[in-house]
């Protein structure tokens, strides 16, 4: 059967099992948009600017575990989709990106919106294709689909000329991808497994630090079973958050700048840490050298190339982590570790990350708590970068998978809507807020006519201090309180909101908080709430940078005076 490249790309993705592309159209990919419509199962979203397109891809797969797609035109539209194939790509999210190129004959002569896509987004892909032929293009897909996805997945972006969409070609979709040194190692060396297996049972003060690669692996049920039978603390990195519940006993938080103290502190006193799909990031590890300084370190990560990076490691494992523990597993020793729980216990009782002070004016915390509250943590949160970012992580409890979605690599601000979009796109059975800072949300705030157009129910809450927050918190901290370039002057979101076509509310006042959260849940469209929050609150705990994780200053005592924590805190 004959079909032209548009067609092909298009058939190419039913078989891939797509249903929905984040786009924006363009000269280049006209031929493509114009075949669109006659393919009713692809559904279109049509963003207001590439990078959301790209991030709403982004927070669809973290959301779903399937791949996102976006669309993008030639030169200044591919240029756009940059900053969001490059978060993917720091944070090992699968999605694939189509962009249009201008015709064969140009290609070199600076042509108009000519740029090198491939060229320019070769360190932040996976892989990525110039598709020179229409009889090449389904062959492609095949294989950028199967790369994204498979082994540590990330971005893939295909190149397609203007030509090369009208080109005819015999389609058939390939049965099979066969890729000659593309090989992810799934199932980890035996030997190494018994060397992990030994030292785990031998080991007194244990932890384990659990990240993506976890929830990528779907591997919650195997980590369960390696903490409980051999009673050892968890801890997450950052992304890793959810993939072991955290009302759990054995749950001991997230690590790093902001991470627990307690959790800090185990890691530093510990003498083996088991660290599980994780990268050993330098905002989770602070000094290196100074990094667990007492620890023997087991590695397990499906790309060899994490092994040795940032930390020394004394057994590496590459391969996919459900295997790697379904193997490791039956090897462990069931036992008891009262002193060593008792003892990280007693640092959680005496460094409680869950108070929030009394005050008078809202604080950021307690808009989160109260989502939290409201929620009753059935919830995806979808984050910005900064504090409202550290606070979401901090003052919610997630229990599931995939319920934080945050831009963890690249930092990106902006990253919140655009993905909060996907993710809720992806699971529309699930409730989902996007917590935002002010800046950031500024970044991206054209997807408000997105979520509007294609009634994508997401809430937003801009956690709104009139700073670059996070930045502001470093100036305070580190520059002595001089605030350089970090006010910030910022619409009233409620009345933006409204302007977009959403209903909008702006609270500054405590005991309106969770009224204005449950009239959120309850409008059946996306709604924004513009909290106005404590302007020069500071995130705490924090690790000064290049200070080692041990090193961890905590908020001023005398403002700790009142304990608000959550109806089952009592559980943790
Ligand atoms: C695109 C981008 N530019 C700059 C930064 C540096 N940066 C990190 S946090 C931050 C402040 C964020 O402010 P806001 O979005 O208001 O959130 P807050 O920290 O106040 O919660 C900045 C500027 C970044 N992470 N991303």
Redesign the pocket.
Known sequence: MKLTGAQILCESLIKEGVEVIFGFPGGAVLPLYDTLPHYPQLRHILVRHEQGAAHAADGYARATGKVGVCFATSGPGAANLV?GIANAHLDSSPIVAVTGQVARPFIGKDAFQEIDITGITVPITKHNYLVMEAKELATMVKEAFHIARTGRPGPVLIDIPRDVFIEEATFRYPEKVDIPGYRPTLSGHPTMIKKAAKLINEAQRPVIIAGRGVIISQAGAELTELVEKAQIPLITTLLGIGCFPEKHILSFGMLGMHGMAYANMAISNSDLVIAIGIRFDDRATGKVSDFAPEAKVIHIDIDPAEIGKNVRVDVPIVGDVKNVLQALNPQINSRTRVEWLAQVDEWRRQHPLLDIREHDGLL?QYVVRQIYEVTQGEAIIVT????????AAQHFWYQRPNTLIS?GG?????FELPAAIGAKVGRPDEAVWAI????????TIQELATAVQENVAVKIAI???G???????WQDLFYNRRYVA?R?SGPDFAKVAEAYGMPGLRVSDKALVASAIQQAMDHNGPFLIDFVVEPEEN?YPMVAPGAAISEIIEEPRERVSLKVGPSDISNL
């Open positions: 900053t950021p910005g970068v900064g504090q409202n970012q550290m606070w831009s690249l930092g990106t601000m902006g935002a800072g002010d800046g950031g949300f500024q970044m956690l709104d201090n700073f670059l927050g996070m930045v502001r918190q970090t910030l995130v």
